[in-house]
């Protein structure tokens, strides 16, 4: 067993053995089952007829706004409790890599979402089982899903690299999600110069395609390289204690 899997196994211990892994996992649960009942209601009630277009594109889309909602309390506490209680000193006295707590808090959020993603699928299933539908477009969907959501943990992880105040954790994660989207809602406002990059940097345009259906590799590696930046920013934050000489 790695060292990685150890801290994974444990951290997901801590999350369930408390109330926060399964409030979140309920509010997740029900908001995503009540859009999607919503917006079923509203594509039958007005005729609908194109399904990708009609109601899956506005179901990931609403689901995309639970994650950005859930996710940075998930990941509020992963590294900012530990420095607060003192574990994470601790930690770093036995023979762990930095690499194999980032590995093992990141594999045990990624969990958590992974499994309150899939118990949204009870709906889509309930439906299909009713009337049987084209199953790409939901799979492009979920895949949209799990790449933005596995981008929103890195970036949470990051912020609760940073600091010991798990508020202080979660705002910052807020900050850059939030921003990523508002930052081209009113792309009619932004200099011309200026607007094209902040589209192409956007996590929330990068998902667009994927609620429509489509699966741009383009779209995969950027949300890929998200991740991957934003771990990397983690762990620099956590190597920065051999320069601030905090062991």
Known sequence: MTVAWRICRRELASLFGGSLAWVLAAVFTLLCGYFFWADLAFFVLFGGSNLPAGLWRYVFLDFRLVALLVVPLLTMRLLAEERKLG???????????DRDVLAGKFAAAAIVYVTMLAATLAGPLALWSLHPFALGPVLAGYTGML????????????????????????????????????????????????APILVFCSLFDRFYGFA??????????????????????????????AWRGTI
């Open 87 to 97: 574990t994470l000193e601790l930690l770093w006295t036995l023979p762990v890599r």
């Open 147 to 194: 790449l933005l959501g596995l981008a929103f943990i890195a970036v949470g992880l990051a912020a609760s690299a940073i600091t010991e105040n798990q508020v202080v954790a979660a705002m910052l994660a807020y900050g850059v999600l939030v921003f990523s989207w508002f930052a081209t809602w009113n792309e009619a406002a932004l200099p011309d110069a200026v």
């Open 212 to 241: 429509q259906g489509v699966i741009d590799v383009r779209d995969v590696t950027y949300l890929l390289a998200v991740t991957v930046l934003f771990a990397f920013l983690a762990h620099r934050a956590l190597g920065a204690r």
